[in-house]
């Protein structure tokens, strides 16, 4: 059983803290120093998550609970805190940073659940901004302010690769994609974003998860 509690009044960085605070202590309080080592870290990161004011990444955060000799519970439960730290993260900042001054259907948005390759995903995103009325590359930068560029922009939409998390979400924010809509391309991301390395053997069903939506 996992040993690590969810605080739901709190924000998802701060559980996230606490939690890992929790493991150190399950393991005697070891020094910033001693666990920085064990899991080649500087102990300015070790200590920046512990206190709350930085979220890791992920792969170094698994070094770091190995360090711990965590769970496989507290594992998974660590885990799941990050991403609901990141997204609230990244939605808090796109809320302050994001504006569209362009009337926008409430209907008729593309659906990427259909989605099944990095490249499907880029044509999906071509065609939220067809959906948004075409905005020049420059308006899109705009409404991003410094989160997104022209050369930005173009360069996502003319790959045929994954687009890095932020880019895509502060380009859908720039196209009029809000809240649960958002929700889903986020979903699609991540799962694309699994099979592309050895992770997704831990997520059971996502291989097939690609086609089952045609």
Known sequence: MATIQ???DMPAASTLAQALAELRAKQGSPSLRTLADRAQLSASSVHGWLSGSALPRREPLLR?????DSAPDDIVRILELLDRAV???????????????IPLPQFGQPDPLTVATPAQFVEALRAVRIWAGSPSLRALADRGRSRLSKSSIGAMLNSEDLPKYDRFVAY????????NNLDVWVFTW????????PESQWMPGLTSAATSFR
């Open 6 to 8: 969810r605080i739901n």
């Open 64 to 68: 770091f609970l190995a360090a711990l």
């Open 87 to 101: 997204a609230g993260r990244g939605q808090r900042q796109a809320s302050i940073t994001f504006r569209s001054d």
């Open 172 to 179: 859908l924010y720039a196209c009029g994609i809000r809240e």
């Open 190 to 197: 991540r799962r694309l974003k699994a099979l592309q390395g």
